[in-house]
Protein backbone atom coordinates (compact mmCIF):
# COMPACT_ATOMS: atom_id res chain seq x y z
CA UNK A 1 0.00 0.00 0.00
CA UNK A 2 2.89 2.26 -0.40
CA UNK A 3 2.73 5.50 -1.72
CA UNK A 4 4.63 6.04 -5.60
CA UNK A 5 4.53 10.07 -6.78
CA UNK A 6 5.55 11.16 -9.79
CA UNK A 7 6.78 14.44 -10.46
CA UNK A 8 8.42 15.91 -13.06
CA UNK A 9 9.43 20.11 -13.69
CA UNK A 10 10.02 22.12 -17.05
CA UNK A 11 11.32 25.66 -18.02
CA UNK A 12 11.04 27.08 -21.94
CA UNK A 13 14.19 28.62 -22.16
CA UNK A 14 16.78 27.96 -19.38
CA UNK A 15 15.99 30.43 -17.64
CA UNK A 16 12.49 30.72 -18.69
CA UNK A 17 9.19 30.30 -17.98
CA UNK A 18 8.44 27.54 -15.64
CA UNK A 19 5.88 24.71 -13.52
CA UNK A 20 6.05 21.40 -12.39
CA UNK A 21 3.40 18.65 -11.78
CA UNK A 22 3.04 16.16 -9.04
CA UNK A 23 0.81 12.91 -9.58
CA UNK A 24 0.13 11.11 -6.17
CA UNK A 25 -0.40 7.20 -6.84
CA UNK A 26 -1.39 4.39 -4.35
CA UNK A 27 -1.64 0.87 -6.43
CA UNK A 28 -1.80 2.41 -9.48
CA UNK A 29 -4.49 4.85 -9.12
CA UNK A 30 -4.20 8.81 -9.18
CA UNK A 31 -5.39 10.09 -5.57
CA UNK A 32 -4.51 13.89 -6.46
CA UNK A 33 -2.39 15.92 -8.79
CA UNK A 34 -0.63 19.48 -8.19
CA UNK A 35 0.75 21.95 -10.57
CA UNK A 36 2.82 25.31 -9.91
CA UNK A 37 3.58 28.06 -11.91
CA UNK A 38 7.44 29.19 -10.63
CA UNK A 39 8.00 32.32 -12.96
CA UNK A 40 11.25 32.49 -14.31
CA UNK A 41 13.85 29.46 -14.01
CA UNK A 42 16.15 26.96 -14.54
CA UNK A 43 14.54 23.03 -15.55
CA UNK A 44 16.74 21.94 -12.68
CA UNK A 45 15.37 24.35 -10.35
CA UNK A 46 11.59 23.44 -11.69
CA UNK A 47 12.76 19.58 -11.55
CA UNK A 48 13.71 19.95 -7.66
CA UNK A 49 10.59 21.95 -6.21
CA UNK A 50 7.93 19.56 -8.10
CA UNK A 51 10.50 16.69 -6.09
CA UNK A 52 10.17 18.69 -2.98
CA UNK A 53 6.05 19.22 -3.71
CA UNK A 54 5.86 15.24 -3.87
CA UNK A 55 7.52 14.72 -0.66
CA UNK A 56 5.69 17.40 1.15
CA UNK A 57 2.26 15.61 -0.20
CA UNK A 58 4.22 12.01 1.00
CA UNK A 59 4.38 14.09 4.47
CA UNK A 60 0.64 15.29 5.00
CA UNK A 61 -0.41 11.80 3.77
CA UNK A 62 1.62 10.11 6.97
CA UNK A 63 2.76 7.22 4.49
CA UNK A 64 5.91 5.19 6.15
CA UNK A 65 6.88 4.20 2.18
CA UNK A 66 6.90 6.01 -0.73
CA UNK A 67 8.80 5.71 -3.66
CA UNK A 68 9.37 9.26 -5.63
CA UNK A 69 9.79 9.06 -9.69
CA UNK A 70 11.43 11.22 -12.02
CA UNK A 71 12.32 11.63 -15.68
CA UNK A 72 15.44 13.66 -14.19
CA UNK A 73 18.47 11.49 -13.78
CA UNK A 74 20.44 14.15 -12.51
CA UNK A 75 17.91 14.68 -9.85
CA UNK A 76 17.73 11.61 -8.77
CA UNK A 77 21.47 10.80 -8.67
CA UNK A 78 21.95 13.89 -6.73
CA UNK A 79 19.20 12.35 -4.17
CA UNK A 80 20.91 8.79 -4.31
CA UNK A 81 24.41 10.90 -3.24
CA UNK A 82 25.69 9.50 -7.15
CA UNK A 83 26.02 12.96 -8.39
CA UNK A 84 27.28 15.88 -6.60
CA UNK A 85 25.43 18.84 -6.08
CA UNK A 86 27.52 21.88 -7.75
CA UNK A 87 25.56 24.81 -8.17
CA UNK A 88 25.00 26.86 -5.03
CA UNK A 89 21.50 27.48 -5.96
CA UNK A 90 21.05 23.62 -6.76
CA UNK A 91 22.92 22.29 -3.44
CA UNK A 92 19.56 24.38 -1.18
CA UNK A 93 16.90 22.81 -3.20
CA UNK A 94 18.88 19.71 -2.77
CA UNK A 95 19.80 20.03 1.05
CA UNK A 96 16.04 20.78 1.70
CA UNK A 97 14.89 17.77 -0.34
CA UNK A 98 16.92 16.02 1.66
CA UNK A 99 15.87 16.61 4.71
CA UNK A 100 12.34 16.14 4.04
CA UNK A 101 13.03 13.04 2.88
CA UNK A 102 14.72 11.60 6.02
CA UNK A 103 11.63 12.18 7.51
CA UNK A 104 10.23 9.31 5.92
CA UNK A 105 11.12 5.33 7.07
CA UNK A 106 11.33 4.54 3.78
CA UNK A 107 11.83 6.30 0.51
CA UNK A 108 13.37 5.54 -2.51
CA UNK A 109 14.01 7.77 -5.39
CA UNK A 110 13.80 6.38 -9.41
CA UNK A 111 14.79 7.36 -12.84
CA UNK A 112 12.39 6.25 -15.60
CA UNK A 113 12.30 7.63 -19.32
CA UNK A 114 10.53 10.65 -20.27
CA UNK A 115 7.66 8.04 -22.21
CA UNK A 116 6.54 6.65 -18.32
CA UNK A 117 2.44 7.55 -18.61
CA UNK A 118 2.39 9.30 -15.46
CA UNK A 119 5.28 11.07 -16.15
CA UNK A 120 3.80 11.96 -19.40
CA UNK A 121 0.65 12.89 -17.38
CA UNK A 122 2.70 15.15 -15.41
CA UNK A 123 4.30 16.77 -17.89
CA UNK A 124 0.92 17.09 -19.79
CA UNK A 125 0.04 19.16 -16.51
CA UNK A 126 3.06 21.12 -16.13
CA UNK A 127 2.61 22.46 -19.73
CA UNK A 128 -0.83 23.04 -18.97
CA UNK A 129 0.23 25.43 -16.48
CA UNK A 130 2.71 27.24 -18.29
CA UNK A 131 0.64 28.06 -21.09
CA UNK A 132 -2.11 29.65 -19.06
CA UNK A 133 0.72 31.78 -17.66
Request: charged share 30%; aromatic share 8%.
Amino acid sequence: MSLKIYSDGGSRGNPGKSAFAVVVTRNGEILEEYTEFLGVHTNNYAEYRGLICAITKALALKDDDVEFVMDSELVIKQMRGEYKVKSPDMKELNDDAKALSSLIPNVRFTHVRRENPMISRADFLLNQTMDRN
